[in-house]
Every structure is written in structure tokens, then in C-alpha cells.
Nanobody, 124 residues
């Protein structure tokens, strides 16, 4: 049984930082791609960042490029999303996703497993 468990969300002031974590069981990030997505109220789930199984290739949405960094620790089977210079527009539920034996992707349907999400709220 695959489980992805996100943590690290919370309330932060604009300009602040948060680091999200996604711990996996039942699959190995050393062989699977991982992504972060977010969904604001009334909006569709959108791509934020992704990292390939090797950890050498990453991809970011234009809205977060230069502010967010995705990384992973294969020994801990955990993927991270470091978020800096947060703005109110970053407020959303953030979801971790895994794509079995695949390269990185931006499309929601291309991911096989999803976490339950963690709320990030940025206040002005």
C-alpha cells in the first residue's frame, strides 16, 4: 500500500518561508518521480514543481521559479519543497504526488499516487 504524507504547512506572513516534506511508504523516490501541486479554493489543481527519480532534473511552474526549490533525500524516502518569498497568491492546499517509474511531468493525470495535502496560508 502506497502512502504519501505531507507535513510542514501552516500560516506564514508574506515574504516568509516554509519547507514542506513528503514522506513515502510503499514506493521508493529513488526510482520514481515526484511532484508538488497546489489547489486554491475554487481553482483547479496546478503544477508547482517536479523532480525526476535521479534527482538531477527538476521543473518549476513559472509562478514559483526562483522562489521554490524541490529536492529529495532518498535515504529518508522524502521529498521536500522549500518555499521562500511567499506571497498571498501562494495560499493553497499543497499536494505531494508520485509517478511510478516515470520521468517528471506537469499533468495531474500522469501521477499515480497522491498525499492528503497540507494547508499553506500566507497572510499580508
Amino acid at each position: 500500500q502506497v502512502q504519501l504524507v505531507e507535513s510542514g504547512g501552516g500560516l506564514v506572513q508574506a515574504g516568509g518561508s516554509l519547507r514542506l516534506s513528503c514522506a513515502a511508504s510503499g514506493l521508493m523516490f529513488s526510482s520514481d518521480a515526484a511532484g508538488w501541486f497546489r489547489q486554491a479554493p475554487g481553482k483547479a489543481r496546478e503544477f508547482v514543481a517536479a523532480i525526476d527519480w535521479k534527482g538531477g532534473t527538476t521543473d518549476y511552474a513559472d509562478s514559483v521559479k526562483g522562489r521554490f526549490t524541490i529536492s529529495k533525500d532518498n535515504a529518508k524516502n522524502t521529498v521536500y519543497l522549500q518555499m521562500n518569498s511567499l506571497s498571498t497568491e501562494d495560499t493553497a492546499v499543497y499536494y505531494c504526488a508520485a509517478r511510478r517509474l516515470g520521468s517528471i511531468a506537469r499533468e495531474v493525470p500522469r501521477y499515480n499516487y497522491w498525499g492528503q495535502g497540507t494547508q499553506v496560508t500566507v497572510s499580508s
